[in-house]
């Protein structure tokens, strides 16, 4: 169907940070597909991982237990500060929609009926089911998709205090959700301020604090989770995309609170943490809970921004980001730049008309940042 609107190119082999298209040509690779290829392309220990568990099983179904994803599902959890119990799914909008589901019934088998609203953000993006589109806080996506799953209510990112008081004492109110970074609107940091506040709020009215890492956890703002950031633990958080390098994954992980609401019967899914790729995801943890890999993120990250600056692109008006999450709004359109770009060998993603988003292979150089910096230099002149 015409979903997508893909670029000319096509690509056949990858590489590190690098992939091949059937140009001949080499291209950087700022986007790991939309930060998923966490370790670059080809990383011997991810493909070592999915080779092996190939050619002894793929999957077995839910009905029986696995070796594999017990063993994927018990590295997560040490992985995931404040994390008890964990549901594996495929996508990041089936994690979400795990979360819902966790939080109303949560709230239904204490309060009664009548407390099912969740809170989300203006400019959020939690997927594309009919259910975490009306989580979406961002019309766009709404246009001819109604009738929505009601209770869903919006306020601002970064909203005053009195407004998130109003929203997170309301009697119906069950959840909030919130992406610490968001990704798809422009790669934006919630403040401090403003998750304590939330956090705080939701603690007192026992309100389900739900924190969608889908894009910014998996150590990609340079910790596990970019909620350890704030000092917050939550009480559900989401994950996909890089959970398992590139082999299609999700997880939806509670803590204390919430970790005993589902129960037998209560959810389910065929393909969720199949040996395959919970294969893939150990062999990603394990590379990503090394001593020191994470806090690398980060100093990557700060490398960039510092290289990005030095470049001095008149064209560039703002950078931010956390980690290997990062933006900057330009003055030219950002699909012409993607275009540009692409040509000249790097691949770049925006966010918003006017936001280039980079999210690159944990794996990056310092030497591939400054080429590819020195890139968006030339094509942003
Ligand atoms: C924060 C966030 N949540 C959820 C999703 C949906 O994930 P998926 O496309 O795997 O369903 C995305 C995808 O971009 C995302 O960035």
């Known amino acids: 169907m015409n979903t997508y609107h893909r670029m000319p190119v096509v690509f056949t082999k990858g590489e590190g940070t690098f992939l091949t298209g059937t140009d001949g040509k080499c291209y950087l690779d700022f986007t790991a597909g939309i930060a998923v290829n966490c370790l670059g392309h080809g990383h011997p220990a991810l493909v070592k991982a999915v080779k092996e568990q190939a050619e002894k099983l793929f999957h077995t179904s839910n009905y029986y237990q696995s070796d594999v994803s017990a063993a994927f599902a018990q590295k997560l959890i040490a992985a995931a500060s404040g994390m008890t119990n964990l549901f594996f ?7 979400n929609e795990g979360a819902i589901k966790i939080a109303r019934k949560y ?3 204490k309060y009664g009926t009548g407390r099912f609203v969740i809170v989300t953000l203006k400019g959020s993006f939690h997927g594309r089911t009919i259910t975490t589109l009306s989580a979406t806080g961002q019309e766009k996506f709404h246009t001819n998709f109604g009738p929505f799953t009601e209770g869903f209510v919006f306020i601002e990112a970064d909203a005053a205090h009195a407004v998130l008081e109003r929203a997170l004492t309301r009697p119906d109110v069950c959840a909030f959700m919130v992406e610490p970074v968001q990704g798809e609107s422009g790669v934006r940091p ?7 506040k939330a956090a705080a709020l939701c603690a007192r009215n026992d309100i389900l604090f739900i924190a969608d890492e889908v894009q910014c956890g998996m150590g990609r703002t340079g910790t596990f989770f970019a909620c350890e950031q704030y000092g917050i633990k939550p009480d559900i958080a989401t994950l996909a995309k890089g959970i398992a390098g590139g082999v299609p994954a ?3 992980l509670a803590g204390e609170k919430a970790a005993a609401v589902l129960e037998s019967g209560d959810h389910g899914s065929t393909f969720g943490g199949n040996a395959l790729a919970a294969a893939a995801g150990l062999a990603v943890l394990n590379v990503i809970t090394a001593p020191g890999f994470m806090a690398e993120i980060a100093r990557k990250g700060e490398f960039f921004i510092q290289k990005l600056k030095e470049a001095a692109i008149p064209s560039i008006k703002e950078i931010r980001g956390r980690g290997l999450m990062l933006a900057a709004d330009i003055e030219g359109g950002a699909a012409e730049a993607l275009e540009k770009a692409l040509a000249a060998g790097l691949l770049i993603l925006s966010a918003g008309p006017n936001t280039l988003r980079f999210l690159p292979p944990y794996i990056i ?3 591939e940042i400054e080429e590819g910096i020195g890139i968006l230099k030339r094509i942003l002149a």
């Not at 799914?89 to 089936?94: D, F, L, R, T, Y």
């Not at 919630?190 to 304590?196: G, L, R, V, Y």
């Open 89 to 95: 799914c495929n996508s990041g909008a089936e994690a």
């Open 107 to 109: 709230s239904f088998k």
């Open 190 to 196: 919630m403040s401090d301020d403003f998750m304590k």
């Open 250 to 252: 999700g997880a939806v």
């Open 365 to 367: 150089s310092e030497a």
